[in-house]
């Protein structure tokens, strides 16, 4: 039997369906608000990655990835595509500095699904990484900046920040597979 | 991130999977991507925008912004299709 949202939505649960968008509305929005400059925009880019989350659920596999993570994935695909089949590139002024990485005591219950231990490992992991590290995926996940414009900012050659980049992503994948990484998750398999 | 598949050791083929994961990949980038992952099944080929996403969680989850109300019906509409 199905047991979580995103099983239960591939099974074709109804309900599932609507508990999904209460779920993982506000986590979809704020990323489409970082990631697509307009209001209305970023609506129609809500509704393709609530479409693209549907049609993937029945991928989603509890022993690769959390369900926020996976939506998570899901989500950024389909805006950077999105973003990119517009041509636009992502321009964001809106930045936030490193210490606030700590998003634990912040992060809100979404109406059953708890993202707190997932964004609270994930963080962990993040300050884990070196600070020139932290600094541009910070810029490059977070505030969607191109990696030419990052470059220009912080004063680096663009294979630099492509490198911080690539091993911060790298050693990020790795921290949070580790066998002792995830408290709360028995095995990261 | 399936750490029962691995990454691939070639740092090109890894960096075109970081600029995916970040900024997205041109059309020539992404089709010789997917040539290289379609003949390595071995290879964990969502590892880093998996990695990406959790980045995202680190720094983005504690600022969630509720889904506008519009929105919300627009999508259950679209469900209900």
């Given at each position: 039997?199905?047991q979580?949202?995103?099983?239960?939505?591939?099974?074709?649960?109804?309900?599932?369906?609507?508990?999904?968008?209460?779920c993982y509305?506000?986590?979809?929005?704020?990323?489409a608000?970082r990631?697509?400059?307009?209001?209305?925009d970023?609506?129609?880019?809500?509704?393709?990655?609530?479409?693209?989350?549907?049609?993937?659920?029945?991928?989603?596999?509890?022993?690769v990835?959390?369900?926020?993570?996976?939506v998570?994935?899901?989500?950024?695909?389909?805006?950077?595509?999105?973003q990119r089949?517009l041509?636009?590139?992502?321009?964001?002024?809106?930045s936030?500095?490193?210490?606030?990485?700590?998003?634990a005591?912040?992060?809100?219950?979404?109406?059953?699904?708890?993202?707190?231990?997932?964004?609270?490992?994930?963080?962990?992991a993040?300050?884990?990484?070196?600070?020139e590290?932290?600094?541009?995926?910070?810029l490059?996940?977070?505030?969607?900046?191109?990696?030419q414009?990052?470059?220009?900012?912080?004063?680096?050659?663009?294979?630099?920040?492509?490198?911080?980049?690539?091993?911060?992503?790298?050693?990020?994948?790795?921290?949070?597979?580790?066998?002792?990484?995830?408290?709360?998750?028995e095995?990261?398999? | 991130?399936?750490s029962?598949l691995?990454?691939?050791r070639?740092?090109?083929?890894?960096?075109?999977?970081?600029?995916?994961?970040?900024?997205?990949l041109?059309?020539?980038?992404?089709?010789?991507?997917?040539?290289?992952?379609a003949?390595?099944?071995?290879?964990?080929?969502?590892?880093?925008e998996?990695?990406?996403a959790?980045?995202?969680?680190?720094f983005?989850?504690?600022?969630?912004?509720?889904?506008?109300?519009?929105?919300r019906?627009?999508?259950l509409?679209?469900?209900?299709?």
């Amino acid at each position: 039997m199905p047991q979580t949202l995103l099983e239960r939505v591939a099974a074709g649960d109804v309900a599932a369906v609507q508990q999904c968008i209460d779920c993982y509305g506000g986590l979809i929005w704020s990323l489409a608000r970082r990631l697509v400059p307009h209001q209305a925009d970023a609506e129609d880019a809500v509704q393709e990655v609530f479409i693209a989350v549907w049609k993937s659920a029945e991928r989603f596999d509890p022993s690769v990835a959390e369900e926020t993570t996976f939506v998570a994935m899901i989500a950024r695909r389909r805006l950077i595509d999105r973003q990119r089949r517009l041509a636009r590139r992502i321009d964001s002024t809106r930045s936030i500095p490193i210490e606030d990485v700590d998003v634990a005591s912040e992060t809100s219950n979404h109406n059953g699904v708890d993202v707190r231990d997932e964004a609270a490992r994930a963080a962990d992991a993040v300050t884990q990484l070196r600070p020139e590290q932290q600094e541009a995926l910070r810029l490059a996940v977070y505030d969607g900046w191109s990696h030419q414009r990052i470059a220009d900012h912080l004063q680096m050659p663009l294979g630099t920040v492509k490198t911080h980049v690539r091993r911060g992503l790298i050693r990020v994948r790795e921290l949070l597979t580790s066998p002792g990484a995830a408290a709360g998750k028995e095995a990261t398999s | 991130m399936n750490s029962r598949l691995a990454l691939p050791r070639d740092e090109h083929i890894l960096q075109l999977m970081a600029d995916r994961a970040t900024e997205g990949l041109s059309h020539s980038d992404a089709m010789e991507l997917n040539r290289y992952l379609a003949h390595d099944p071995d290879v964990d080929r969502d590892a880093l925008e998996y990695a990406a996403a959790a980045v995202w969680l680190a720094f983005g989850a504690g600022r969630c912004e509720a889904l506008p109300p519009r929105a919300r019906n627009r999508i259950l509409s679209q469900a209900a299709r």
